[in-house]
């Protein structure tokens, strides 16, 4: 039975998200489910050899990427994303048996949960105080250990530790979505399906039109660019490395070109193609007819 891990505690979303790929067979059969104490420490088991992968999350439709998850695949020995998986994401309020929210005066929250709900919170209990947590499931944890009132967290995590729900379905947003992804060590990648996206990073020469040049790469080429974003590479000031989503894989011709490219100027970390679960931009073109025309043309054919 393979040890998958995931950042925990259990009740996490990401918890539910493991649940979900086991659900869609993304494993050949059961799975030992491994709590992690956070997204790095969950990718780091995998490069320990104690698990065979890890499911994290990666990007929020409300707060963007999640940044913990973004360094973690940067930094060490390289990881390889082989999935991944969509969760709609509310939150509930748990808090110990007896509570009512006009007991709230400190509400544990984990920080992209916090700025998820934080207009409810506003206008609900606006002179809470809140309590940073770890996680999700840690926020309910706190809660039964008594450092705070109550917790936004959800309902498994609530019922787990022995809460009550004070209020359910809590989001500023409606249909927010967080991504999740399943991480392995490097393989092949999964096979093109004809909407994948590809993921990248890049560490570029600091010298003037580096990041347009390697963005002309994709440009020239007919890729659609889904993701862009920067994160500093903590070695220095104005030091960034730039993470790039794709529309298309590994195998189409035209993302392969790029990722060459690239290669040639730049330092480029491969993440991974894989099955996208929302369709997000417009494929690459096909090289079929071009690549024909050219073994035509190498085989002497007139007339073309």
Request: proline share 6%; charged share 20%; net charge negative.
């Amino acid at each position: 039975m393979p040890r998958i891990a995931y950042f925990g505690p259990s009740g996490t979303f990401t918890e539910m998200a493991l649940a979900k790929l086991e659900s869609s067979q993304a494993f050949d059969g059961p799975v030992e489910r491994i709590a992690a104490p956070s997204q790095g420490a969950a990718l780091d088991l995998i490069r320990s050899g104690d698990v065979a992968a890890a499911v994290v999350p990666i990007e929020s439709s409300v707060e963007g990427s999640i940044s913990a998850t973004l360094d973690s695949l940067a930094i060490g020995p390289r990881l390889q994303i082989i999935a991944e998986t969509e969760l709609e994401v509310s939150f509930t309020i748990v808090a110990r048996p007896g509570t009512t929210l006009a007991d709230v005066r400190t509400l544990a929250a984990y920080p992209v949960a916090a700025a998820q709900v934080r207009e409810w919170v506003t206008h609900t209990l606006p002179n809470v105080e809140t309590y940073t947590s770890a996680s999700n499931a840690a926020a309910a944890e706190d809660v039964a250990a008594g450092r705070a009132d109550a917790a936004v967290s959800t309902a498994l995590a609530g019922e787990r530790r022995g809460l009550t729900a004070l209020v359910s379905g809590v989001a500023d947003h409606e249909q927010a979505i967080t991504r999740f992804v399943l991480v392995t060590r490097p393989r092949v990648a999964p096979p093109a399906t004809g909407a994948d996206r590809t993921s990248i990073v890049l560490e570029l020469p600091n010298e003037p039109g580096s990041l347009m040049r390697a963005f002309a790469e994709f440009a020239t080429r007919g890729i659609d660019l889904t993701r862009i974003e920067s994160r500093p590479t903590r070695t220095g000031l104005g030091t960034y490395r730039f993470y790039l989503d794709c529309v298309g894989h590994i195998d189409d011709t035209a993302v392969a070109e790029a990722l060459k490219a690239l290669h040639r100027t730049a330092r480029i970390r491969f993440l991974g193609s894989w099955p996208a679960t929302s369709a997000t931009g417009t494929p690459p073109p096909s090289d079929e007819q071009a690549a024909e025309w050219l073994t035509q043309l190498r085989k002497g054919v007139t007339d073309l």
